[in-house]
């Protein structure tokens, strides 16, 4: 785990900064509205990293999701935060960093009845190796081709992180694949 507290950007409705807050202590029953940012990371065969959250995991653990996703700090860069959290979480560098989905926004609740409440821009970026994950944030990983993702995703959607259904269903086919 990280030595310094994680501090996230609280956003007002119209999507500007209001604040800061801790990121361990704003997900709750009754979470803001703050920023964040989902990645899924392409190989060099052209498939998608999907990862298990592991059981630790304050929100979805050991639910499948995306390959990783995080929060970028006060005036950090999407790119920068990207780059900190594979490394962090995965134990990756990546590279070929696109956005995909840049007005994504959503609100779900776990079965504890915490929120995720973001603006979570949607990037895809390439990796060369396979992942080394911190086993406090991934506990199993798959590399799957798009449709064999979307596939799964709806035959069990119960399986999968609801942000991740959210962002397949608003992609079109092979916008994830296309940074090769």
């Not at 798009?146 to 992180?161: C, G, K, N, Y």
């Amino acid at each position: 785990m990280s030595l310094f507290p994680e501090t996230v950007v609280l956003l007002a409705d119209d999507r500007t900064p209001i604040g800061t807050a801790d990121k361990f202590t704003v997900h709750t029953d009754q979470t803001p509205l703050h920023l964040a940012f989902s990645c899924h990371v392409q190989n060099a065969a052209g498939d998608l990293l999907v990862t298990r959250r592991a059981l630790v995991k304050k929100t979805w653990p050991g639910v499948w999701t995306n390959s990783f996703c995080g929060h970028p700090g006060p005036d950090e860069s999407f790119e920068d935060a990207i780059a900190r959290r594979a490394e962090r979480e995965l134990g990756m560098t990546l590279h070929s960093v696109d956005l995909v989905l840049p007005d994504f926004r959503y609100r779900a609740v776990d079965a504890s009845g915490i929120v995720e409440n973001e603006v979570c821009p949607v990037f895809r970026a390439v990796a060369d190796a396979d992942p080394e994950p911190a086993d406090d944030e991934v506990s199993e990983w798959v590399w799957l081709s798009e449709q064999d993702l979307r596939q799964a995703v709806t035959a069990a959607p119960f399986a999968f992180s609801p942000w991740l259904g959210w962002q397949l269903a608003a992609l079109p086919l092979d916008a994830l694949g296309a940074a090769r």
